[in-house]
Every structure is written in structure tokens, then in C-alpha cells.
């Protein structure tokens, strides 16, 4: 554990020449409060140090990590420490009254999704949704946590498809679906820290089957990054122990309007069957 402390420290000061003087106040404190940078945020280290929250930020990026989440996630990595017990100490002091809570999870929240919207390439999430578009079968995957982020796409796409299978569970039934897997399927998963085995064990056997895999998750380190043809970054930054998802279902918003759009007329008629279903069935209350 200190071995690998010491290595992030060694790196940080081998970056040191890169810094600015207020970044270097910053750099200094990450290394003299090593366990604290576990839970504390951005915005508490630059009051700690007298710099705002953005020289913070720019600080962990010029340390050559993509975000200051990663530095923090490195620390709490060598410390050994559970994620979501470093994530409630940060939430508890973070968060100073019930509407406190309210109002700073949902300003996060536009700040995920904005950020995560920026950070897409337009280019590939067209050539995404074209490949998605003329797919054969889909799969889209999730386990725990992110099983609700796969079952909103997945239920979705397949109302407008037709093709879709969800998979959230593990059991015969998952096997027998996968096992028709080939170089004519898209399989999207979702996966964020501490990343499920169970969904890279499964991309990785589609991704075998000759599949195309899309792979939406929170950042570069993740460990499906490399079996992914189209990567998907979301924030899920939060005043709360567990990950937001805000930026996932805003993504997966984006999917299906640009799917709706691109095969208009093959998803008009697959939703007048639909509601005649709904309708011999009475499925819902109002019509």
C-alpha cells in the first residue's frame, strides 16, 4: 500500500516543473495530505490551499490525469480504501442540510451532463448510431448498479427495434441469448467503478463472437476500454456514496432520439404494432 502512495508521489513531483506557482500550492498539499485527498473535493482542497476550485482541477490534468477524480481515485486505490465509504466521507462534508443535498446533487448533475456532452465525438456517435441502425441483434448489458441504465436502453431501443435483448442477470437464459451472437450484432455495455467482472467477462465473449461492442462507462482507466470499438464517457461525479447516472440516461436519451431519427419508418410501424398489442391487452390504465 505505502509502495504505491509513494510511486503517485514520485510521479507528482516528477511533474512539478510543469506547474504554475498556484498549481505547485496545490501539489504540495496533495502530497502532505495524502489520505485526506480520498474524500475531499476539489473545491475543499482550494480552500485548504487558497486557489480555486478550476486550479485544482487543472492541476490534477497537468499531473497527466484526465480529471481530478482519477488523482483521487488513485489515492484511494493505493490506500486500499472502499470506494463508497471514501464517497460517504466526502458526501457528509460536502452536503450541510437537507436542502443543501437538493440543490447541489441536481446543479452536479447539469454540470455531469453538460461536461459529458462535450466530451463526445460527434463524429463517432454518428457512426455509432449507423452501425446500431442496420444491426441484426443488439444486446445491451448491465449488472448491478448499471442494470438500470442497460434495462431503460435496452426496453427502449428494442419498443423502437424490435432486436434488442437486455441483459442484466446472469443464467441459462443470458447464455442461450448470446450464444446467437455474431459479426452482425452491437452489444452496448455500461459499467462504472468498481466495474463488475461479470460485464467485461461477457462483452469479452461477444466481443469473440465477432460482435461490435460499445462500451459507456466514466473514464479511460476502465477496464472495458479495450474491448470497445465506440467508447462512451459519462461523469457520475455525486454528494452521495454511490455514482450519478444522470449523464448515462441523458446518453441513452440521445441513442434513442438519434436511432428514431435515422430509421423513422421501420420504427413507425414497429410502434403501431406496439399499441395494438398495448390495446388488445388493456397493459395500461389510460389509453
Known amino acids: 500500500m505505502q509502495d504505491e502512495v509513494k510511486q503517485i508521489a514520485a510521479h507528482i ?13 496545490v501539489a504540495e498539499y496533495i502530497l502532505t495530505h495524502p489520505q485526506e485527498i480520498t474524500y475531499m473535493t476539489a473545491a475543499q482542497i482550494g480552500k ?12 490534477a490534468m497537468n499531473l497527466g490525469f484526465r480529471k481530478f477524480s482519477d488523482l483521487q481515485e488513485a489515492y484511494q486505490k493505493a490506500f486500499g480504501k472502499k470506494r463508497t465509504l471514501s464517497r460517504l466521507a466526502e458526501s457528509t462534508t460536502d452536503v450541510d442540510s437537507i436542502a443543501s443535498a437538493l440543490y447541489k446533487s441536481f446543479r452536479q448533475d447539469r454540470q455531469n451532463i453538460q ?15 449507423l452501425r446500431l441502425a442496420e444491426a441484426e441483434k443488439i444486446y445491451v448489458v448491465g449488472f448491478r448498479s ?14 423502437l427495434l424490435g432486436n434488442v435483448r437486455t441483459v442484466t442477470s446472469v443464467g441459462p437464459d443470458m447464455e442461450d441469448s448470446l450464444r446467437h451472437a455474431d459479426e452482425h450484432t452491437v452489444a452496448i455495455g455500461f459499467s462504472f467503478p468498481r466495474y463488475t467482472v461479470k460485464t ?7 466481443r469473440q463472437k465477432h460482435a461490435t461492442i460499445a462500451v459507456i462507462t466514466d473514464s479511460i482507466r476502465s477496464p472495458l476500454m479495450a474491448l470497445a470499438d465506440y467508447t462512451f464517457l459519462t461523469n457520475i461525479q455525486s454528494y452521495t456514496s454511490v455514482d450519478s447516472h444522470a449523464a448515462s440516461m441523458a446518453l441513452s436519451n ?28 388493456q397493459i395500461f390504465l389510460e389509453k
Do not use: M, P, W
Not at 115 to 129: K, M, N, P, S
Not at 200 to 206: P, S
Open 146 to 159: 448499471s442494470s438500470a441504465d442497460a434495462f431503460f436502453l435496452g426496453f427502449s431501443l428494442n419498443n
Open 115 to 129: 461536461a459529458t456532452l462535450e466530451a463526445i465525438d460527434e463524429e463517432q456517435f454518428r457512426q455509432f448510431i
Open 13 to 25: 513531483r516528477s511533474q512539478s516543473s510543469r506547474l504554475t506557482k498556484a498549481q505547485k500550492k
Open 48 to 59: 485548504e490551499v487558497d486557489v480555486s476550485e478550476t486550479t485544482v482541477i487543472r492541476t
Open 200 to 206: 467485461k467477462e461477457v462483452l469479452a465473449y461477444l
Open 254 to 281: 440521445a441513442i434513442i432520439a438519434a436511432v428514431s431519427f435515422q430509421v423513422k419508418d421501420r420504427i413507425v410501424q414497429n410502434l403501431k404494432v406496439l399499441e395494438n398489442y398495448y390495446a388488445e391487452r
